[in-house]
Nanobody, 122 residues
């Protein structure tokens, strides 16, 4: 049974930093593209950052230069380092495993974690 578990969400002040982690079990995902999405209250889920099995990364423009995605294939984990957080980063953050289709579309991912809340106060 595949399971993704996020952790690390918290409440921080604007300008602060957080590190989110995603632990995968039930399958080895080293060859899969994985990503972080987020969903703010009342808004659609949006792509944040992705990482291909080889380690290549790609980011939403809104987080480029502030967030860093990484993975440890030996541990089947993925992380998101978030710096200089802004109130508009407030959302539930989800990790996901890509199935097929465009990397920026949530419909292209077939495994999801339960989410972790990030709240950034001004």
């Amino acid at each position: 049974q595949v399971q993704l578990v996020e952790s690390g969400g918290a409440m921080v002040q604007a300008g602060g930093s957080l590190r989110l982690s995603c632990a995968a079990s039930g399958r080895t995902f080293s060859r899969y593209t994985m990503a972080w999405f987020r969903q703010a209250q009342g808004k659609e889920r949006e792509f944040v950052a992705g990482i291909i099995g080889s380690g290549s990364t790609f980011y939403a423009d809104s987080v480029k230069g502030r967030f860093t995605i990484s993975r440890d294939n030996a541990k089947n984990t993925m992380s998101l380092r978030m710096n200089n957080l802004k109130p508009e980063d407030t959302a539930v953050y989800y990790c996901a495993v890509h199935a097929n289709g465009g990397y920026l579309k949530s419909d292209s991912y077939n495994y999801w974690g339960q989410g972790t809340q990030v709240t950034v106060s001004s």
